[in-house]
């Protein structure tokens, strides 16, 4: 029987790293949430138990909340390039590194009509993504940058649709031209290249995505993320495809019609589950080559 190690990738998940810089008595928080691993030639770690050429993944932990007081943290995707690169060079094993990181959001509490200077509450609608993979070094490195937002959580109370779909004979659905159409965003999407203002471009990527939400009037949420990622293209050159998850938060009409009480659009009830899963990419026809780039579930390699 012939079995052999298949691919595989090893480091340290969910490093919780939170940096205040306290050079003033006005603080600034950066909360991330730090993951990393390592791919390359380590089939003796597997196969014979022989871990020389394994980097910790307690160092790469180590590694991750030493940089945020040695290097700062700018960007979350600079951040994770750094790492990524630094992760390249302490193993020489490793053909391969990838850095995601998350960030949550902290607003200053408004006390007085002004910004506290070290008292912040969680805030912001969705949360920061990117998933850096780094292949090779020196003149062979290529670097893959896929940054994005989850859990974007939006909704409309009308100005969605849906209708006009294919029906057989289990369908039950009623065709409607007024629903409620809401949605727990995950978008994701790769850049082209790594010479970008990562925070200005996700600040208006972000925005955009909201506008066209807003905007664009719903026939299914099928066209709806095409428009979305249609424009985030349109607008943002150094974005080669976006790639879009979204749960079609169903918000069902309660019939109170066995309480003589009409309810025209009124009252809904929000169900969880089972929801529809409508998933998508917006793809540049001339976009590079992707390589790693979505080399970026965690949990499979
Ligand atoms: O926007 C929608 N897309 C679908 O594919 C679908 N299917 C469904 O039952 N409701 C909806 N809504």
């Known amino acids: 029987m012939a079995i052999h190690l298949g691919a595989n990738q090893y480091g340290k998940a969910e490093s919780r790293v939170v940096r205040i ?32 050429a394994v980097l910790p993944t307690d160092t790469q932990k180590n590694t991750a ?27 020489a094993a490793a053909d ?50 896929v940054s994005g937002i989850r859990a974007l959580t ?7 649709e849906f209708h006009g779909f294919l029906k057989d004979k289990y369908t039950t659905l009623k065709e409607t031209d007024d629903r409620i159409l809401a ?12 010479d970008v203002d990562w925070d200005k471009s996700y600040d208006e990527i972000k925005s955009l995505l909201l506008e066209k939400f807003a905007t664009i009037h719903s ?5 709806t993320l095409y428009g979305m990622g249609e424009a985030v293209l349109e607008r943002h050159p150094e974005v080669a495809e976006i790639k879009f998850s979204a749960p079609n938060k169903h918000h069902f009409l309660v019939d109170l019609s066995p309480f003589e009480v009409e309810n025209p659009g009124e009252v809904f009830i929000a169900a969880d589950r089972p929801y529809g899963l409508i998933e998508a990419s917006v793809v540049r026809d001339d976009a590079t080559d992707a390589g790693s780039a979505w080399h970026a579930v965690p949990g499979f390699c």
């Open 96 to 145: 391969g590194a990838r850095v995601e990181i998350e960030e949550y959001n902290w607003e200053r509490i408004s006390v007085d009509g002004a910004g506290h200077d070290h008292s912040f509450v969680r805030s912001g609608a969705g949360i920061r993504t990117t998933v850096v993979n780094v292949d090779g070094r020196g003149d062979d490195r290529k670097a893959h940058v």
């Open 183 to 194: 949605t727990s965003l995950v978008a994701r999407w790769r850049y082209d290249h790594t």
């Open 65 to 91: 909340f030493a940089f945020a007081k040695e290097k700062g943290i700018d960007s979350i995707e600079e951040f994770a390039l750094t790492l990524a690169d630094h992760f390249l060079e302490a193993s």
């Open 219 to 223: 026939l299914a949420l099928q066209q």
């Open 21 to 52: 810089y306290r050079d003033t008595p006005r603080h600034q928080i950066r909360d991330l949430n730090v993951s990393s691993a390592l791919r390359g030639r380590f089939e003796d770690a597997h196969i014979t138990g022989d871990q020389s």
């Open 154 to 160: 939006v909704l409309k109370s009308t100005g969605s």
